[in-house]
C-alpha cells in the first residue's frame, strides 16, 4: 500500500506561480516513475509531468516550458513547479505513482483567475 498526500493548490491569477507537493508513503528509490495528471472540469484527466527515478522528465506540451517536475528521495517528495500560469491550467491536480498497481493522491484543486 502506498499513500500519496498533494498539498499547494490554490486560487492564483494567470501569470502567478505555484508549487505543488506530493509525500509519498514509500522511498522514491522504489518507484521508478512519479507523474502530476490534472483533470478541468468536464475533461478527461491529462498528463502534466512526469520524472523517473534517474531524473528523466516528460512534460504534457501545454505545460512545457511553464512547469517543472521534481523528486527529493530523501524526503520522498515530488514537486510540480508551475509558472506562468494560464486559466486553462485550472483543474484538480493529482500524483500518481506507478508501483505495482499505481496508486494516486487525493488530488489538491488548482484555480487560476483571468
Known amino acids: 500500500q502506498v499513500q500519496l498526500v498533494e498539498s499547494g493548490g490554490g486560487l492564483v491569477q494567470a501569470g502567478g506561480s505555484l508549487r505543488l507537493s506530493c509525500v509519498v508513503s514509500?522511498?522514491?528509490?522504489?518507484?521508478?516513475?512519479m507523474y502530476w495528471y490534472r483533470q478541468a472540469p468536464g475533461k478527461e484527466r491529462e498528463l502534466v509531468a512526469a520524472c523517473t527515478t534517474g531524473g528523466m522528465t516528460n512534460y504534457g506540451d501545454s505545460v512545457k516550458g511553464r512547469f517543472t517536475i521534481s523528486r527529493d528521495n530523501a524526503r520522498n517528495t515530488v514537486y510540480l513547479q508551475m509558472n506562468s500560469l494560464k486559466p486553462e491550467d485550472t483543474g484538480v491536480y493529482y500524483c500518481?505513482?506507478?508501483?505495482?498497481?499505481?496508486?494516486w493522491g487525493q488530488g489538491t484543486q488548482v484555480t487560476v483567475s483571468s
Open positions: 500518481y505513482a506507478d508501483f505495482a498497481r499505481g496508486y
Open positions: 514509500r522511498s522514491l528509490f522504489s518507484i521508478n516513475v
